[in-house]
């Protein structure tokens, strides 16, 4: 197809169109829109886009994305110390966040074990999370993964891993359907499932 914008237009375009849910026909219909309101929106997203650039972060203690390290959850003395939330991803998390149901600490494990992907347990933060439950202070994990097959498999290794930690394990209860992902859910699902969640 013969380009006919400038570079830097086609190249806005085919950045837009990597996100998720976009797509080249997207792509094109969002940068005609930024670009339309420029002083608006385009202007002011691409200042926020370099501040983040130049300033996220990954937790070096739950592995939350903030743009300070401890994040600002870990920082934060009115959390619950004692129960630790493992999550699969940040956005899990910021949809737990949303819901003001869970009032502890997170680990976020960056995936989950996938055979297909060739994920394994040396990927994923679980050797972190291990370390974290042995402190005296941590009672209870809870885990809070996308009922997938593969969430539940990672849910599985992790209650095996974490067997000898002296810790009560427990998962997500009923309202997170088979196939579901946190981030898709709304937020009075999230909050039954967790009121209601069960021990591993």
Not at 54 to 64: L, N
Not at 96 to 102: M, Q, V
Not at 113 to 119: I, M, Q, R
Request: charged share 25%.
């Amino acid at each position: 197809m013969s380009n006919r914008t400038g570079d830097e237009i086609q190249r806005l375009i085919d950045m837009l169109a990597k996100l998720p849910g976009l797509g080249p026909r997207s792509g094109r219909r969002v940068a005609l829109y930024l670009i339309k309101k420029r002083d608006m929106l385009l202007v002011p997203l691409a200042r926020a886009l370099t501040e983040v650039a130049e300033k996220v972060t990954e937790c070096s203690v739950c592995g939350a994305i903030d743009t300070r390290d401890p994040c600002s959850i870990c920082c934060d003395p009115e959390r619950d110390a004692t129960v630790l939330c493992v999550v699969e991803e940040a956005g899990d998390l910021w949809a737990l966040e949303r819901t003001s149901a869970f009032k502890g600490r997170y680990h976020v494990l960056g995936g989950v074990l996938s055979a297909l992907d060739g994920v394994g347990p040396e990927d994923l933060r679980i050797p972190e999370l291990a370390e974290r439950a042995r402190d005296p202070a941590v009672t209870e994990v809870v885990l809070a993964l996308n009922a997938t097959v593969d969430g539940q498999t990672t849910a599985y290794y992790i209650a095996d891993a974490l067997e000898g930690c002296g810790v009560e394990i427990s998962g997500l209860a009923q309202g997170v359907p088979i196939g579901g992902e946190l981030d898709y859910l709304d937020d009075g699902t999230i909050s039954a499932a967790f009121r209601q969640r069960k021990r591993l």
